[in-house]
């Protein structure tokens, strides 16, 4: 647990000049997800990336100096820098997702710290879900765990491409270059197998700071970047951008005018919306033409993708709460899914059972016709199975009482996600992605 046996913070040359510059509105954002094993070191890796780079408030030193006095732990324990719960800093653990704001030389973060306990995969699936990257920490002594390959597992399936792999606690067993070795060889062969085309490995110490901000002398073997310019050379959101093939609009709520007009309010996923293009309604396939398009600064003509906006269409037209405004390539639709399912709840999931499945706006009954299989770990694949356990990974085959319009979640998230609810309690059991094949069967 963390505090068990955390030593004072080191007197290392901070680089926290590193990160000046980046601050303007217009410097590009990257949305990073913390991920790995129950106490391999990803609470403190951040708040020792934070310390180090001095992007950290006194006011938020003073509140961790603070936890960390009642913990008994001598000098300040970076991990409470995220961990911001009072059950979290009690446990000395991350059950929640932790947001925390940062910036390097070229573009601002946001870096998701999400929890390692195989209890909270369902918050480590969410904080992974809007990240453009990854970092992966894995405690050099413990290796590649279950849970880690878990993690590593759900990230490929929520789209991201791109990981920098931390080896920590590379001084318990003193910077040793075969222990380092070890570890990178068998993340490397995973990383390949789950399809993942940018993967940079560094040996650190979270707990001292070595290749965390600055290079570390205590490796002399190791000529790589750290942490932080491994982070700063990935690709940016740019080039991760919408596939879809057109502009997606799910209608989330239709505003009658005074004079006995209609206009239409959701968020533009997939490519920009403009006035004057020529849109179809789904899934009742009605043709129109986008009139008038204001997103919700005002801006008038083009909206473009996560933009919250309101439009007009030139034919009187029935449109509801559920619909899909589409314009280009169209996307499909169909009542016959095949989904890869997380699964969270204690009840395994199995054919028969009805869901409530809500996709984007769209909100509808479902029944579970078939479970294809479910994800093996180790050999990488989907293998036969008739059921899918709590925190597992699988496929099933579902019927919807209406039809569903989506995109393969790897063109456009928001419209190849959805999730699975319990009828009668109203739990989330699930979240489930179209068009994805990351598995082998």
Not at 126 to 143: F, I, P, Q, Y
Not at 273 to 301: F, I
Not at 368 to 373: D, F, L, N
Not at 421 to 428: A, L, M, N, R, Y
Request: proline share 4%.
């Amino acid at each position: 647990m963390k505090g068990t046996s955390k030593r004072p913070l080191s007197r290392q040359q901070s680089t926290g000049s590193a990160a000046k510059g980046a601050t303007t509105d217009t410097a590009p954002l990257l949305h990073i997800a913390a991920i790995g094993s129950v106490d391999d070191g990803k609470s403190t890796l951040i708040g020792r990336f934070l310390h180090d780079t001095k992007q950290l408030f006194r006011d938020q030193m003073q509140a961790v100096a603070e936890a960390s006095a009642r913990r008994g732990v001598a000098g300040v324990e970076l991990a409470y820098v995220t961990d911001g719960l009072k059950a979290e800093r009690e446990q000395g653990i991350t059950i929640d997702v932790a947001y925390r704001y940062a910036a390097t030389s070229t573009r601002k973060l946001i870096i998701a710290d999400c929890p390692g306990h195989v209890e909270y995969t369902r918050n480590m699936a969410t904080g992974a879900s809007t990240a453009d990257a990854a970092v992966m920490v894995v405690d050099v002594e413990k290796g590649i765990r279950e849970q880690t390959k878990r993690h590593l597992a759900i990230a490929r399936l929520m789209g991201i491409t791109a990981v920098v792999a931390a080896v920590n606690k590379m001084d318990r067993v003193d910077w040793r270059q075969e222990a380092f070795a070890s570890v990178a060889e068998e993340l490397q062969e995973y990383a390949e197998e789950l399809g993942i085309p940018t993967l940079i490995i560094v040996p650190i110490s979270a707990l001292y700071g070595d290749n965390v901000v600055g290079s570390s002398r205590k490796a002399p073997w190791y000529s790589g970047p750290s942490v932080f310019s491994a982070v700063d050379s990935l690709p940016g959101a740019s080039a991760r951008a919408s596939s879809a093939g057109g502009a997606r609009f799910p209608v989330q709520w239709t505003i009658r005018s005074e004079n006995g007009g209609r206009e239409y309010a959701g968020m533009v996923l997939g490519d920009p919306l403009c006035t004057g293009d020529r849109v179809t309604v789904l899934p009742r396939g009605v043709e129109a033409t986008v009139a008038a398009v204001v997103t919700c600064n005002g801006r008038e003509g083009t909206a473009l993708p996560g933009d919250a906006a309101r439009i007009t269409l030139a034919e009187d037209i029935d449109v509801s709460r559920g619909d899909t405004i589409a314009a280009g390539s169209l996307p499909s639709t169909s009542r016959e899914l095949e989904v890869t399912v997380l699964w969270f709840a204690p009840q395994p999931l199995v054919a028969g059972k009805r869901y409530v499945l809500r996709h984007s706006t769209k909100e509808t009954q479902t029944r579970v016709t078939e479970v294809a299989g479910v994800v093996d770990l180790e050999a990488r694949s989907v293998v036969p199975y008739d059921s899918i356990e709590e925190h597992g990974i699988g496929v099933v085959k579902v019927q919807t009482a209406e039809p569903i319009v989506y995109d393969a979640y790897s063109a456009c998230k928001g419209m190849g996600s959805l999730i699975l609810i319990d009828p009668v309690t109203g739990d989330t059991c699930g979240c489930g992605l179209l068009g994805v094949d990351t598995f082998a069967r």
